[in-house]
């Protein structure tokens, strides 16, 4: 289904608003009145008229004719703080070397507003460029009108004889007069703005500044080292903070020998700090672990932060040093009898009673259509094959460069916060400090790397509540506030993540004896996830059934890594599917489209559309020569593809891949086709999507893995949790953009599933082994 006009996401009552600033210049926005209503405390912060009203504010003119623009979202390595505002630039009309672009703080006007329930500051589930491409081209192409009306009052001349010239200056052609951006600025402030449903985008073909592959506008300062992250924040008289949790998931801290923690120099504050219990579950959250505070994730209040001890000094390694003298005394509860191997074990035998009599109900995001056991019966009496196979997936943790951190100042009853969070919220870390969220301030601070981690914000909420503790204990003896910088270490980070569920697939399939697929069956013993309720081949196939039971009890935190669900479901199901192909004695790639074809249009826009799916099959066959490259590789050489589609946009991947008789293995070239609508907003920053979602995946499939014993991590550090290295990098990776008549949809998801299963499935076809479980390790493979 083709979707021809962009989505209007801003409702008649927000218009646009230009005010005077200091030094002769003016600020644009949006005046959105239910988004305002919501009071400064951001999302979750409850209906609270604000004392001024003001508009969201997004453009600003400067006197100098240079303008600076907001990128109102988080920015965790995606590119989406350079996307926005290019979004604004383009149809501003100015020029991307006169804008300088600046990161907001949590604020309510910013969204949601009534007419655009979705546009929000948050970075998670590639939702930034579909919810805010035309909320911020009718920024930009407003604030453009409104200087142009500006012109046309001083110069009295119809508005429609006048140009902007695509660097901040507006001309008249008759009188050859032009006038800048910044000399408008005072009439401007008087221009009635235009209703949003009269504003006139550019035609596509116009833009200069969207669709070009310019820069990140913060890459000078991170490759020379600058303070751009928000482990980089600094504050005079800041102290920092460590938080010693208790190695078990859930565990209570009983007590510990601060006082002889106190008496290390440098050393300044020592807390025990026993949080209430958290209440109970919502009715109706999905079982498993869930995560721990996260918006939406089934965790606890808000408010929630863990038992511990904070220990807060002079510098970050004063307080990690004296973490080593620390005897903490923990009731480890219920769930240090949990491990890996039990719930493998456990796996199974939910597996073998499944085989026996399916679970009522099937489970989350269960269903089945036709006849399934008919159709496996059909086929081995027709001639036919069945396949079946046992897959895993195993938790892994974020991994992000940048461990946890947050800076928090309490003082005078307000809470300031610098926050790295994927959706920051004022509700939580307030609860913790014990203010409201209206007393809250958060500034949003580049993040090094969140690839949904930074979801689940409980550092913000340990260092509110931390930092609270601190500004009372120095109130009483007389001594003024002062911020506090809460550092995990890569220990902290790796043991106390929000790990990305595993889960067990045990698979049976069935071909005629024409090699079409005729049943899929999948039972799904699942360790905190679920499976997407239309995953291929369940579109594409008359008998299917896919029933779950989850793995219980299980109470280690969950969370979304890049592209949940799909992310560990991608490898399980294009892995199997390429043994289908195989079983039915066909090409892999060619099976794939065989079988798309087979799909019904999509129920919905948003739905699947095989019609996408195919479109990047075919294009990256194309790219890569597939058929004639196959058939000609060496011996101990392999291609593989796959393709996914996730959270809207459709990748397909082939990558070529060699493996010696010591299971090294060398990936030599890959190729990428995408298809995320009908404009890619910053071509460059899209690319390094492709390619970082690709690494990501090489790491994935090699290395990362994390294991429970006695209910704890057993992987600490990067020397147990490998990732990819340059040296193991293919040389390069070739990407190609479908552009397709669809609204534009987000990329930092879709990039990373698929590379998984294809670079598996290279393998495979290069040893005629097929490896049903990830980590590659563990099966004795490496790279070179």
Known sequence: MKNTKEIKQLNRRSFLQATAVAGGGVMIGLYAPSALSQGPGGRGGGPQAPAVLKPSSYITINADNTFTIVGKNPETGQGIKNALPMIIADEFDVAWNQVKVVSADLDAKYGPDAGAPNVRQIEGGSTAIPDNYAPMRNVGAGARMMVISAAATQWSVPADQLTTTGNGSVRHAASNRTATYASLATALTTVTPPALADVKLKDPKDFKIIGKPLPGVDNLKI??????????????????????????????????????????????????????????????????????GGPGAGGPPPANYPHGVAIVA??????????????????????????????????????????????????????????????????????????????????????????????????????????????????????????????????????????????????????????????????????????????????????????????????????????????????????????????????????????????????????????????????????????????????????????????????????????????????????????????????????????????????????????????????????????????VVNTSMAKNLVEGGFVEGMSHVMGWEITIDKGRVVQTNFAQYNPARMAQLPASIEVKFLQTDFNPTGLGEPSLPPAVPAIVNAIAHATGVRVRSLPLKNSGYSWT
């Open 314 to 679: 002079d510098n970050w390694w004063i307080a990690q040093n004296a973490r080593k003298t620390l005897k903490p005394v923990w009731d480890e509860g219920a769930v240090a009898t949990q491990s890996s191997v039990g719930y493998a074990t456990q796996a199974k035998q939910l597996a073998t009673e499944s085989a026996a009599a399916p679970p009522a109900g099937g489970g989350q995001n269960a269903g089945a259509g036709g006849d399934v056991e008919a159709a496996f019966a059909a086929a081995v009496a027709g001639g036919g094959k069945v396949v079946e196979a046992e897959y895993m997936i195993p938790l892994i943790a974020h991994a992000p460069l940048e461990p946890q951190n947050s800076t928090a100042h309490y003082k005078d009853g307000k809470l300031e916060i610098w926050s790295p969070s994927q959706i920051p919220g004022a509700a939580g870390p307030g609860a913790a400090a014990g203010v409201t969220a209206a007393d809250v301030t958060m500034h949003l601070v580049r993040a090094g790397g969140g690839f949904g981690r930074r979801l689940q914000s409980e550092y913000d909420n340990e260092v509110a509540k931390i930092a609270r503790l601190v500004a009372d204990e120095r109130a009483a003896a007389g001594q003024p506030s002062v911020p506090v910088k809460l550092l995990w270490s890569r220990e902290d980070d790796m043991q106390h993540d929000n790990y990305r569920p595993g889960g067990f697939h045990y698979f049976k399939a069935a071909v005629d004896n024409t090699g079409k697929l005729t049943a899929f069956r999948d039972f799904v013993a699942s360790v905190g996830s679920v499976m997407p309720t239309n995953e291929f081949p369940r579109t594409s196939v008359a008998n299917w059934s896919v029933t779950n039971r989850q793995v219980t009890p299980y109470s280690i935190p969950g969370g979304a890594l890049r592209a949940p669900s799909t992310n560990g479901v991608s490898f399980i199901m294009q892995g199997f599917f390429d043994e289908i192909a195989v079983a039915a004695g066909k090409d892999p790639l060619q099976y794939r489209l065989d079988t798309l074809k087979l799909s019904p249009p999509p129920a919905n826009p948003g739905g699947f559309n095989a019609a996408r799916a195919i479109g990047v099959m075919e294009a990256v066959r194309d790219m890569s020569n597939w058929t004639a490259a196959r058939g000609r590789l060496p011996r101990g050489t392999g291609m593989g593809t796959a393709f996914q589609f996730a959270h809207a946009g459709y990748v397909a991947y082939v990558v070529e891949a060699a493996v010696d008789a010591q299971k090294k293995v060398k990936i030599n070239r890959v190729w990428a086709a995408i298809d995320i609508g009908r404009q």
């Open 223 to 292: 490759v020379t080292g600058q303070p751009v992250f928000s482990v980089d924040v600094t504050a005079p008289g800041m102290l920092y903070a460590v938080y010693e949790k208790c190695p078990v998931f859930g565990g209570r801290i009983l007590s510990a020998n601060i006082d002889e923690v106190k008496r290390i120099p440098g050393v300044k504050h020592v807390f025990l700090i026993q949080p209430p219990a958290p209440a109970a579950p919502a009715a109706g959250a999905a079982p498993g672990g869930g995560g721990r």
